[in-house]
């Protein structure tokens, strides 16, 4: 059937790749679909708050505004997308014992998860190229990560991430999954297509990633051997190797969150007689989902400047201070070029009511 009868079908709502929406849904015990619902719910809640805490602490902290946050406030972005549309739809579906969301909403939200996926990983390569190129080639940094190129490079990688999922609207590959009660990419699809997929879309930016970081270790190892100062060009500070320590725990948790559902996808497209265990297949993609909401922890837990951020914010939730970003720094500045109080004939400092 060519691609756009079939996409015609979807649209009316007709059909969910063979089977009426909600039709599959599995019988499982209540503790499971419980289960399942809190974690996700879990996900949703940090997922949001957390990557919402990110955004506002780049646009509020001049510290933190610069050319490699731009690639993290992409990557909060990606996650963002997901836990605002494609995961409640999850929810409502493991709640309602199936899909019920018609068909056209289940190939957007498959479509907004590859996208969200793919710039996930591009962005994690991103921000790998931006650490490599600032440490390893201090000297061209600036000019190669401009904020105009560095613009352009966000605007090149969600360009990719969207034409890389294009096809899987032209394949047929966007399905209710009822064992993840999610609308995603079917492995079984095609084996070549579900190999492409696999091999550029994680296999590929993995190595690229990998190899940025490896070359950032050796240098990081040859400075500390070398006794070098620690000033930049021609060393490496500690808030350098902080913030390359940040960011590699990023991607190592990315890697191992995606890495079980990838592992059974080139699993079933190499030998798609074998099946693979249901709690297996459904423990990887809820571990998958998982991954969208530990950025912001990541970078809470390792980063003082997004951690002083967070508690700067969450103390100014109570008052519009929140959306001035001159707040952040300003404030200590102001504090600081404050004139001292006038001194008082018998020496002590007078102190202004309260």
């Known amino acids: 059937m060519p691609a756009v009868e079939r996409l015609a079908m979807l649209l009316n709502g007709s059909q969910v790749n063979g089977s009426t929406a909600g039709e599959r849904a599995l019988h499982r015990p209540p503790w499971v679909t419980t289960t399942l619902g809190c974690f996700l719910i879990f996900t949703i809640v940090v997922d949001i708050l957390g990557n919402l805490l990110v955004i506002f602490s780049v646009y509020r902290n001049k510290k933190l505004r610069n050319a490699g946050n731009i690639f993290v406030v992409s990557l909060a972005v990606a996650d963002l997308v997901v836990a605002l549309y494609p995961y409640p739809l999850v929810l ?183 099946a693979v265990p249901e709690w297996l297949f459904v423990a990887s993609y809820f571990l998958a989902y998982f991954n969208s909401c530990l950025n912001a922890i990541v970078y809470g837990a390792l980063n003082q400047n997004f951690r002083r951020e967070y508690k700067r914010i969450i103390l100014s939730l109570c008052t519009a201070s929140v959306f001035f970003p001159e707040n952040s720094n300003d404030a200590q500045e102001r504090l600081r070029s404050k004139p001292s109080p006038p001194i008082t004939n018998n020496n002590q400092v007078k102190v202004d009511s309260v």
């Open 92 to 274: 409502t579906a493991i709640f309602g014992h199936g899909w019920h969301a018609g068909a056209a909403q289940c190939q957007i939200s498959g479509f907004l998860m590859g996208v969200s996926v793919v710039g996930s990983i591009f962005n994690i390569a991103g921000i790998a190229v931006n650490r490599y190129c600032y440490i390893c080639h201090s000297l061209r940094y600036e000019r190669l990560f401009s904020e105009r190129n560095s613009a352009c490079y966000v605007a090149l990688i969600w360009a990719l991430s969207v034409l890389a999922v294009v096809p899987n609207v032209f394949v047929g590959s966007l399905r209710y999954d009822d064992r993840v009660y999610s609308c995603t990419f079917a492995q079984s699809a095609s084996a070549a297509y579900t190999l492409a997929v696999v091999s550029f879309h994680f296999l590929l930016p993995i190595l690229v990633v990998a190899y940025c970081y490896l070359r950032i270790w050796v240098l990081v190892i040859r400075a500390r051997r070398r006794a070098r100062p620690e000033t930049r060009p021609g060393g490496v500070t500690p808030q350098d190797v902080r913030n390359f320590v940040t960011m590699f725990a990023v991607f190592v948790l990315f890697a191992v969150c995606w890495a079980p559902l990838n592992a059974i996808g080139l699993a079933v497209a190499v030998a798609p007689e074998r």
